[in-house]
Nanobody, 118 residues
Framework: QVQLVESGGGSVQAGGSLTLSCVRSGVNLGGCRMVWLRQVPGKARELVSSIASDGTSSYADSVKGRFIISRNNSKTITLQMNSLKTEDTAVYYC?????????????WGQGTQVTVSS
């Protein structure tokens, strides 16, 4: 069994920064890619960033150059969010082990709210 727990969400003004953390407990993920997704009510969930076990990362165009995903150790990944915009407001989820269809992952965190005000 795997558990993912996010932390670090909160409220910030536009232009500010926040860092989200995701801590894994339980069995090893066996090399699964870990990702951050976000969702705004009424909109489709968006893949924000992902990181492979070898550290290879990718980003959505909407956050490229502003967000940085890191693997701190075998159990923790972070998402450093800089130059935040009001449109970054969403619930952010940590997830792992893609199931092969869009937005489908085997393991999910509970989500953490990020609110960016103008």
């Amino acid at each position: 069994q795997v558990q993912l727990v996010e932390s670090g969400g909160g409220s910030v003004q536009a232009g500010g920064s926040l860092t989200l953390s995701c801590v894994r407990s339980g069995v090893n993920l066996g090399g699964c890619r870990m990702v951050w997704l976000r969702q705004v009510p009424g909109k489709a969930r968006e893949l924000v960033s992902s990181i492979a076990s070898d550290g290879t990362s990718s980003y959505a165009d909407s956050v490229k150059g502003r967000f940085i995903i890191s693997r701190n150790n075998s159990k923790t990944i972070t998402l450093q969010m800089n130059s935040l915009k009001t449109e970054d407001t969403a619930v952010y989820y940590c997830a792992a082990c893609w199931l092969g269809t869009t937005g489908a992952y085997r393991y999910w965190g509970q989500g953490t709210q990020v609110t960016v005000s103008s």
